[in-house]
């Protein structure tokens, strides 16, 4: 079993809907969790971390994170085609500072 | 201020070639990791930087494969006789890295040098 796994996709919904992407993790002992954003061709950019139980939200984005459950999902409201990205969650377990990625999600938003 | 830098930002070698990468760190960040990311595939780890101490170098894949970080800031990738399997992308990333305190542990990549062996 992969430490992050990110097993839907690729996603594709219409402009103006909810994007919903979903990630689960293994290690119990992960302290915090991030979602990155990458475009074809380029490198990660960071867009929401999350260090506690519960929906943090910033803009469009909320992320979503359950321990109990080691699932945490990144939810875009009103989604624009310049959404259109692979998304990356990151998982930290404070082990060796190194991040965990799972291998991303594709969303299109079709306009 | 200035993000991470990261030269060449496309590099071909042929096959048996040496090649190096280097990295600039944003200021101030004590952290620094290099991970090496494949087609389709998220980001994995190769080593780990706290100042000029290489805590973590686990992910290399083969000897062939070193990194330095000698003054605590720029870094250098260095991979020796590159071999096919070799191509993909290195990215480098910066962290705060200070114990304690929300927003430490959020690393910031570079662009990446794409390195394709010939």
């Known amino acids: 079993q992969k430490e992050v796994e990110q097993n839907s996709g690729p996603l594709s919904v219409p402009e103006g809907a909810i994007a919903s992407l979903n990630c689960t993790y293994s290690?119990?002992?992960?302290?915090?969790f991030f979602w990155y954003r990458q475009y074809s061709g380029k490198s990660p950019e960071l867009i929401m971390s999350?260090?506690?139980?519960g929906d943090k939200e910033d803009g469009r984005f909320t992320a979503q994170l359950n321990k109990a459950s080691q699932y945490v999902s990144l939810l875009i409201r009103d989604s624009q085609p310049s959404d259109s990205a692979t998304y990356l969650c990151a998982v930290y377990t404070g082990a060796n500072s190194k991040l965990t990625f799972g291998k991303g999600i594709t969303l299109s938003v079709r306009p | 201020g200035a993000g991470v830098s990261q030269s060449p930002r496309y590099k071909v070698a042929k096959r048996g070639q040496d090649v190096a990468l280097r990295c600039d760190p944003i200021?101030?960040?004590?952290?620094l990791f290099w991970y090496q990311q494949a087609l389709g595939q998220g980001p994995e780890f190769l080593t780990y930087?706290?100042?000029?101490?290489?805590?973590?170098k686990s992910g290399l894949p083969s000897d062939r494969f070193f990194a330095e970080r000698p003054e605590g800031s720029v870094s250098t990738l260095k991979i020796q006789r590159t071999q096919q399997e070799d191509s993909a992308v290195y990215l480098c990333?910066?962290?705060?890295?200070?114990?304690?305190?929300?927003?430490?542990?959020?690393?910031?990549f570079g662009p990446g040098t794409r390195l394709t062996v010939t």
């Open positions: 930087f706290q100042n000029e101490a290489q805590l973590d």
């Open positions: 200021s101030g960040h004590v952290s």
């Open positions: 290690d119990r002992g992960s302290q915090s």
């Open positions: 990333a910066s962290s705060l890295g200070a114990s304690g305190g929300i927003g430490v542990y959020e690393q910031y």
């Open positions: 999350i260090y506690s139980n």
